[in-house]
């Protein structure tokens, strides 16, 4: 399977700490992709960063990707109230000329007031 | 960016029945993707739809248990059959963006749950 395993798992840190979560992936991709639920709801897609990027910022999120090692990191900044939710990073996989996309096992992040 | 509606957002329902979800977009797109997440879990790919064509689905996944109509650019829907409580999940559906790279737009989710 080509699905992305996170860790950890869950996270509790309190609010204006950084968060960092990382995952990690099986085969040669040509992007990842960071995603946020919201207490079961849709998801919301956070950030992509490409294969031949190491890093990548948007405001408070901070992304990196090493492709020798099939892992990246997504670290949240100054965290807030509001950014509780569960993190998914995704990966495409071409499957007959239709892009697919492939999703880890997410974190469960808490954010304490 | 695609804004993506579902209907119904949540459904109790009983062991047997089937259920029927709707999922518009506000622009044209090719593909329409639908996801199951069980409670607790990551996404699983159900199936891909494209406009005019059969449904691709994904391996564990078939076409009696989750029929797919796909009648134009902006419309799909999956029906959960003769549906049982190993079916409670949150199914949800998506759409490519316009860019380069695939990434996906979601709906806001529908929370199925079978007695």
């Known amino acids: 399977s080509q699905q992305g395993e996170e860790d950890p798992q869950a996270l509790s840190i309190q609010e204006g700490e950084n968060a960092t979560m990382n995952c990690s992936y099986k085969t040669s991709i040509n992007n990842l992709q960071w995603y946020r639920q919201n207490s079961g709801r849709g998801l919301v897609h956070l950030i992509l960063i490409r294969s031949n990027e190491r890093e990548k910022h948007s405001g408070r999120l901070r992304v990196t990707l090493d492709t020798s090692k099939k892992s990246s990191s997504l670290l949240i900044t100054a965290s807030r109230a509001a950014d509780t939710a569960s993190y998914f990073c995704?990966?495409?996989?071409?499957?007959?000329?239709?892009?697919?996309?492939?999703f880890g096992t997410g974190t469960r992040l808490t954010i304490i007031p | 960016s695609a804004v993506i509606s579902q209907k119904p957002s949540r459904d109790i329902c009983q062991r047997g029945t089937s259920l029927t979800i709707q999922c518009q977009v506000d622009s044209q797109v090719t593909m329409m993707f639908w996801y199951r997440q069980q409670p607790g879990q990551s996404l699983t790919l159900i199936a891909t739809?494209?406009?005019?064509?059969?449904?691709?689905?994904e391996s564990g996944f078939v076409i009696d248990k989750f029929p797919i109509s796909r009648p134009n650019l902006t419309f799909s829907t999956l029906t959960v059959s003769n549906m049982s409580p190993e079916d409670s999940s949150i199914y949800l559906c998506?759409?490519?963006?316009?860019?380069?790279?695939?990434?996906?737009?979601f709906g806001p989710g529908t929370r199925l749950t079978v007695l």
């Open positions: 998506s759409v490519e963006g316009r860019g380069a790279y695939n990434e996906q737009f």
């Open positions: 995704a990966t495409p996989i071409s499957n007959f000329g239709n892009e697919k996309l492939t």
């Open positions: 739809a494209n406009q005019g064509s059969e449904a691709t689905y």
